[in-house]
């Protein structure tokens, strides 16, 4: 396994949740590293087995499985990691983890270039209009790293290894390879950075994680056509919970009423202005 020394480097960004988390299903736990939501899959009810969906912030990893102990007990069993995709707050503590629980990782064949040490992510696009966070966003990692020896491709057929009740959905525009998990009973949502329940490029609201549904974060997403339609093929879900990658889970009326407008005025709600990536397919 090869790290980048760009994604590994501590960021310094964090929110009023940082370290804290949340059941939102009797098998599905959210836990907030910094900025960034990880989510532990398993119902410790009936067993110390469980997954990690997504590997969160740089050096966060003591802190994820410091979680998972206290979920699923001192002989939790991690069986393996998916991944919504390969951006640095969403693998920042993979190789850590890896390291102490060689386990697959399973991740679209599209993300597979930047989790194989191929290629780069696109230049955040810090002239994209938006808030302080997209100002900044210049200085956040997009190397790739190369946990090759893990990953894994999932299944052409939607299915979900080891979670026979979740499905998984390509939901790219974010990035080339995103994708969502999705459980019938119970209707839980987990959309990566599908969208989001906080305006990810506003520092205030990231930090007071105020919450509301907003788009995909605007600095970071290449194809604004492609996400779009990701929205609507969530939003078609009628999912009753939903946790995304950055922000508060969200659930009932407030959910459905906010992914819906969202969906339905996706050009002028979540598309900004101007930004490099705009006019781009």
Request: with cysteine.
């Amino acid at each position: 396994m090869e790290r980048s020394t760009e994604t590994d480097a501590l960021m310094p960004m964090t929110s009023i949740r940082s370290g804290s988390g949340m059941e939102i299903a009797p098998d599905t736990y959210c836990y907030t590293t910094q900025i960034s939501n990880v989510f532990l899959i398993g119902n410790p009810a009936v067993s110390p087995n469980w997954v990690l969906v997504d590997a969160g912030m740089p050096r966060s990893a003591e802190k994820i499985l410091k979680a998972a102990e206290k979920r699923f007990g001192q002989n939790h069993q991690l069986q393996s990691i998916f991944l919504t995709h390969g951006h640095f707050d969403h693998v920042g503590a993979i190789i850590d983890i890896l390291e102490k629980h060689p386990v697959p990782v399973y991740a679209h064949k599209a993300e597979f270039p930047y989790l194989t040490g191929m290629e780069n992510y696109p230049e955040p696009d810090a002239s994209v209009e938006g808030g302080i966070v997209a100002k900044i966003s210049k200085t956040f990692p997009v190397q790739a790293i190369n946990i090759s020896e893990h990953l894994v491709e999932l299944p052409a057929d939607g299915s979900v290894p080891g979670l026979p009740e979740w499905r998984w959905l390509h939901t790219p525009g974010h990035t080339k390879g995103h994708v969502s998990f999705f459980k019938e009973l119970g209707r839980v949502l987990i959309a990566g950075d599908a969208f989001t329940t906080v305006k990810q490029d506003s520092l205030y609201k990231v930090i007071r994680q105020k919450k509301h549904i907003h788009g995909p974060p605007v600095y970071l997403t290449t194809d604004w056509r492609a996400a779009w339609e990701s929205v609507c093929k969530l939003a078609d879900l009628e999912p009753s919970v939903a946790a995304t990658g950055h922000g508060k889970p969200m659930k009932g009326s407030e959910l459905a009423e906010g992914l819906v407008d969202l969906a339905t005025h996706f050009p002028e709600a979540a598309v900004p202005s101007h930004g490099k990536f705009v006019h781009t397919k």
